[in-house]
């Protein structure tokens, strides 16, 4: 539920207006060396200095001063696993090695609804701790699953994007369903959540492999019927996992073309990996509004290959960046960035800090479509914000003793930092971590 109360939170407030252009481009963000946001009703009532905010607050209104830290809009997530949790971390070769061998195990465990609403409190926790305020998850194949997902995001007043996994082969028969019941379960769910309070529903089919076309068909009914939806899956991870995709979809122009051919691609749509992208695909992508969501740490972990940011981009693909726990190795938007950050220095691609930032707020939210609401500190968007720390160990004290501009501490941050670093996290203006 969102915090009722009026406050003020002071301190050095940045957020972004366009995805900067370079280092000099003070246009793309603004920012203020003694900010205050004014939240009421868990929303941003007034953004500005400080001294203009105060004024004209009133006498009652709590001031929570976070000064000398920075307050940004909270970090977004774009493509996570919630049955997961208990994933991350383990050992494997590569993707379909790891699916088969720790993935769809931990998943089966999901048919349980206070094992589900057990880890959902456990992975909320940890979003919460790293400075996440939202978050797309792919939850299990078990409707209960969802039911755990969007309840404890419920109890906690964060906008949340989420839904049941759909698989109906080569998976265990304990986790597969049929297209029927997918479609069945998925419109059941949908309608429960969908809408309801700060809750998205998301079409979820895992990827072509674990879907006949005849889930895949389901899918696109489910998004034809509910156009206002997303749908998540994944994209030209793992060159096996490619080569076996052409396999069941011998049809098929390339590995999109089986999402094309079902009507599965638009500006709601988020692929994750899109690694190993062909000319062609490059293009679809571009003419749907299809999002590539970059997940570095787990491209990194398995194995998989090196996300061509600016081949993306140049193609006009819409990107994102997530953390991808489990096959992702942290949950901490931070450390996502400076492995990111890693992966395009390999190729030449330079990611300043600020693009950093912007990426992890208002590009991510844009890639969501979701900007009028989250992403921003702008007046009448929803109070998630998070509070940063530059200082918040020894190493990043040391370093920003000599640190002397807002790039610097921001890249200390990204390179540095973790859940230490995260002072507070507020979602609907409400105080979730201390």
Known sequence: MADKTQKILRGRLLSF????????????????????LLVRGGKIAACGKFADVASSAGEETTIIDHRPHLILPGFIDTHIHFPQAQVIASWADQLLDWLNDYTFPAEMKFADKAHADRIAGAFFDALVAHGTTTASAYCSSHPASVDAYFEEAERRGMLMLGGKTMMDRNAPADLCDTAQSAFDDSKALLEKWHGRGRAHYVITPRFAITSTPGQLEAAGSLLQEYP???????????HNEIAYTLELYPEAADYLGVYEGFGLLGRKTLLGHCIHMNDR?????????????????????LGSGLFNK??????????????????????SMLRTLDEGYKVLQLQRQRLHPLDC??????????ALSLQDRIGTLEPGTDADLVVL????????ALRMETAETLSEELFVLQTLGDDRAVVETYAAGKALKS
């Open 17 to 36: 207006s366009a995805a900067p252009k370079g280092p000099d481009d003070t246009q793309a963000y603004s920012y203020i060396e003694d900010g205050a």
């Open 228 to 238: 206002d939806c997303h749908l998540q899956t994944h994209i030209n991870e793992n």
């Open 281 to 301: 695909e490059l293009g679809v992508m571009r003419e749907t509004g299809s999002v590539a969501v970059f997940c570095p740490t787990s491209n990194l972990f």
């Open 310 to 331: 600016a081949g993306l981009e140049q193609a006009g693909v819409r990107t994102a960046i997530a953390t991808d726990v489990g096959g992702g190795t942290n949950y």
């Open 357 to 366: 930032f912007h990426w992890i707020t208002l590009g991510n939210a844009k």
């Open 389 to 396: 720390n530059a200082r918040a160990t020894q190493p990043m």
